[in-house]
């Protein structure tokens, strides 16, 4: 059985610590960006607004604009998925270690 070192667990705080703010960037990031598809949406619908509503939703859908802020869209979720992937996994190798730490504490008893 490999056991976690606590060597393992400092860098696992370090990493939770000094990623914080950069992982609560790139979440702001993608709500911001996920938010900010309605106003696009909403102001390429304007520009045609002598046209029916779904036409002019269509309009928006189909123009660069709207494309380009989803290309925009998918890096944020990619940045805050995998900001949020890797502290999750540093947070379960700090849970191994405890489960670990507990488990040689009954041994002694």
Same mark, same amino acid.
């Given at each position: 059985?490999? %056991?976690? +070192?606590?060597?393992?667990? #400092? /860098?696992?705080? @370090?990493?939770?610590?000094?990623?914080?703010?950069?992982?609560?960037?790139?979440? &702001? #990031?993608?709500?911001?960006?996920?938010?900010?598809?309605?106003?696009?949406?909403?102001?390429?619908?304007?520009?045609?607004?002598? #046209?029916?509503?779904? $036409?002019?939703?269509?309009? $928006?859908? $189909? @123009?660069?604009?709207?494309?380009?802020?989803?290309?925009?869209?998918? +890096?944020?979720?990619? /940045?805050? #998925?995998?900001?949020? %992937?890797?502290?999750? &996994?540093?947070? &379960? /190798?700090?849970? $191994?270690?405890?489960?670990?730490?507990?488990?040689?504490?009954?041994?002694?008893?």
């Amino acid at each position: 059985m490999n %056991f976690i +070192t606590e060597a393992e667990i #400092e /860098k696992a705080l @370090d990493y939770l610590r000094d990623n914080a703010t950069t992982a609560a960037k790139a979440r &702001a #990031e993608r709500i911001y960006m996920e938010e900010y598809r309605k106003v696009v949406k909403a102001q390429i619908m304007g520009e045609h607004n002598s #046209e029916a509503n779904n $036409a002019q939703e269509r309009y $928006a859908y $189909a @123009d660069d604009r709207y494309t380009a802020h989803l290309e925009a869209l998918r +890096t944020a979720i990619e /940045k805050d #998925e995998r900001h949020r %992937f890797l502290l999750a &996994a540093a947070q &379960a /190798k700090i849970d $191994a270690w405890r489960t670990q730490q507990a488990t040689e504490r009954s041994m002694k008893l």
